[in-house]
């Protein structure tokens, strides 16, 4: 979709929320062969909801890939004020 200027209406995941979230204090860090993907949501917003946080990897245009693929996401369900740490692993599969 990328490569032809098609814009979907809906991100993957799409869904109404009636509270908003934030991220903050990401950081990767490596342990043998896996990536190690951290951050911070919060629950922002004025009623209890859950956030899809999504990890997605670009490719460069000669690896003939996607511009963005996704390759991680998680459920998180937070009340009001609440933030959770959340991490994802990018093994060397998923760098393939």
Not at 21 to 44: D, M, P, R
Not at 51 to 69: F, R
């Amino acid at each position: 979709m990328d490569e032809r200027g098609v814009v979907p209406r809906f991100e993957f995941g799409f869904g109404l929320s009636y509270t908003t979230f934030t991220y903050s204090s990401i950081s990767i860090s490596l342990s043998g062969t896996t990536y190690h993907v951290s951050f911070t949501v919060a629950n922002s917003g004025p009623l209890a909801g859950t956030e899809i946080p999504q990890l997605y990897l670009g490719y460069p245009p000669s690896a003939a890939e996607p511009k963005k693929v996704l390759r991680g996401f998680d459920e998180v369900p937070l009340g009001v004020g609440e933030s959770k740490t959340v991490t994802m692993l990018l093994d060397q599969r998923s760098m393939r």
